[in-house]
């Protein structure tokens, strides 16, 4: 009975031991559970700080306080290679003074440069015994005992190291090894991560400055511009091209070109039956480029207007279609000059030829034919007027030319402007029929500070000019007043007159009256007008109430000249 007893208690007391042992052996698993837990939060929060966080001091920290934490050590540290230096990213647990001495390390010596060359781990149990340290008297002084060093790769490519330190011998496990890895991993992929944010922001920077450039190119180009896609719709439209066709972009953007613009080719095609750009468009890579057509669009405001367009396709456009940019010019005024210089041309040699078939077919009669001395002398006569008139019109040509390169012989001194006036009457009137010429000038009227030759040609042109434009005679008066600094003179007549919305180009070289059947180069009154200003005066046409018109010229008094180049004689 009392062994049946003894051998109970001891059973019991085996049961007890094995409870306790299993009780241990929970409590230890317990304690390596919540440490691996430990582990994978601190690697969670690393990751997710590595994959949130674009500040790389920020991820770096927390991935370097993770690895602090779980591995118990002192301090760690993460370097980064650049321009062939290990530099100092982040730091935890270091002092300020350790901090401030070690910014760089060589990346060609050194544990931690091996590490980070040869992309493998390399710990260092006691840094006073191991020749591979070469800080030891720093880190005496910080009082480091023990550190590893993790290579920083990522895709194959060494970025630098991941270093943790102890103050204490520190004899390294696998598992902190490993451990050591997977933060070096996340560390990487930071660096990594930080380094294609910076290039991208630096790229980004570039295409917007790029692009502020094109933008500032656009809105301040003298050309239009214009960007059209593969259907022919507008998608860019500059102010230039605004200006240019007096649409606006907020108008036009997204519709067909050739909705609003009316483009015609040079043959009278329409753009949009006949487009330039559609063959061009339909044409492969090698068959893209650039070419030149002058059009003529209808503007927003119903003017026709000629545009130079030069346009180029590329398939640079997103998506890869292709996509047409144009530079159009206003090349209105140089067409407008082609076609005055081809009137120029025809006018002129109307002009010339009708002087030299008078004097040939008069001088032909002469020769041919035995006339009495009376008919001879009108003969002579009537070929000499063509000969003066021949003359005229060569003179008239060579004046503009000589205006135009500001070579006109100009010597001024004081003239009496009657004499002059009454010789440019006496022979015009010669030469006129159905006219009446009348002079009003006062005897008291002021000298001109004029050119001689150059005053009289202003009174021959204008007064020729009075009687081409009064075809039907009347009165044609030549008039003058004196003012404080300038003489004012004018030449009235009873002609045709002058249509409100010619006035302002009737100085214009070539210009002739439209609607009149009147001749001549129209040079008279733009020679008239370049000499009254080589005088410093002005000239201008005013209405007669009665019908023809007036033009009034003024030029400095000679007293009022002299004073003036005294002055400036003085102030020279």
Request: glycine residues 8%.
């Amino acid at each position: 009975m009392q062994s049946d007893a003894a051998d109970l208690r001891a059973e019991v007391c085996a049961g007890d031991a094995r409870v306790a042992a299993l009780e241990a052996e929970l409590a230890a698993l317990r304690q390596e559970h919540e440490g691996q837990r430990a582990r994978y939060h601190s690697l969670l929060q690393a990751s997710e700080a590595a994959v949130s966080s674009l500040s790389l001091p920020e991820v770096l920290e927390q991935v370097l306080r993770g690895i602090r934490a779980l591995l118990g050590a002192s301090a760690a540290a993460a370097w980064g290679i650049e321009r062939g230096l290990l530099r100092r990213l982040a730091a935890v647990g270091l002092s300020e003074r350790y901090i401030l001495a070690a910014t760089t390390l060589p990346l060609d010596e050194g544990v931690t440069g091996h590490a980070a060359r040869e992309g493998r781990i390399l710990a260092v149990a006691d840094v006073s015994g191991d020749p591979r340290v070469k800080m030891r008297e720093l880190w005496a002084q910080e009082g480091i005992r023990s550190f590893v060093s993790a290579p920083l790769v990522t895709s194959g490519k060494a970025l630098g190291a991941l270093n943790v330190y102890w103050r204490a011998v520190h004899h390294f496990s696998d598992e902190e090894l490993g451990l050591l890895g997977g933060f070096a991993n996340l560390a990487a992929a930071a660096i990594a991560n930080a380094r294609l944010h910076a290039d991208t922001q630096r790229a980004l920077a570039e295409v917007l400055r790029q692009k502020d450039m094109l933008d500032n190119l656009v809105r301040n180009a003298q050309d239009g511009i214009v960007v059209i896609d593969d259907q022919r719709r507008v998608v860019l439209f500059s102010p230039a091209a605004e200006r240019l066709t007096g649409w606006k972009a907020a108008d036009v953007l997204g519709r067909n070109c050739f909705a609003f613009l009316r483009c015609r080719r040079c043959e009278d095609l329409l753009c949009d039956a006949a487009c330039p750009l559609v063959p061009l468009f339909e044409a492969g890579p090698d068959g893209l480029g650039s070419s030149y057509s002058e059009l003529h669009i209808d503007a927003a405001d119903g003017r026709r207007r000629w545009i130079g367009a030069s346009w180029a396709v590329s398939r640079d456009a997103p998506g890869g279609k292709p996509a047409a940019i144009l530079i159009l010019r206003d090349i209105t005024a140089a067409k407008e000059v082609d076609q005055m210089k081809s009137t120029i041309i025809a006018m002129v040699s109307h002009e010339l030829r009708t002087p030299l078939t008078s004097i040939r077919a008069l001088s032909e009669l002469l020769v041919q034919h035995d006339f009495s001395a009376d008919e001879s002398r009108e003969l002579l006569q009537s070929i000499n007027r063509e000969s003066e008139r021949l003359a005229q019109l060569i003179a008239n040509i060579l004046d503009v030319a000589r205006i135009e390169a500001g070579k006109m012989p100009y010597y001024p001194r004081a003239v009496s402007l009657r004499p002059h006036v009454e010789q440019a009457v006496k022979l015009l009137a010669s030469h006129s029929d159905g006219h009446h010429f009348e002079v009003a000038i006062p005897d008291t009227l002021p000298w001109l500070w004029a050119d001689p030759e150059r005053l009289r040609q202003i009174l021959d042109n204008l007064l020729s000019n009075a009687v081409k434009y009064s075809p039907s005679g009347g009165t044609i008066e030549v008039g003058a007043r004196g003012g404080e600094r300038e003489v004012e003179v004018w030449v009235s007549d009873e002609g045709l007159g002058i249509p409100q919305e010619q006035r302002d180009r009737v100085f214009e070289r070539f210009h002739r009256l439209e609607r009149s059947n009147v001749g001549g180069t129209g040079l008279g009154l733009h020679i008239a007008r370049s000499l009254v200003e080589l005088h410093g005066g002005r000239i201008w046409v005013e209405d007669r109430p009665r019908g023809g018109c007036t033009f009034r010229f003024s030029i400095p008094r000679a007293a009022s000249a002299l004073r003036l180049r005294t002055a400036v004689g003085e102030l020279a």
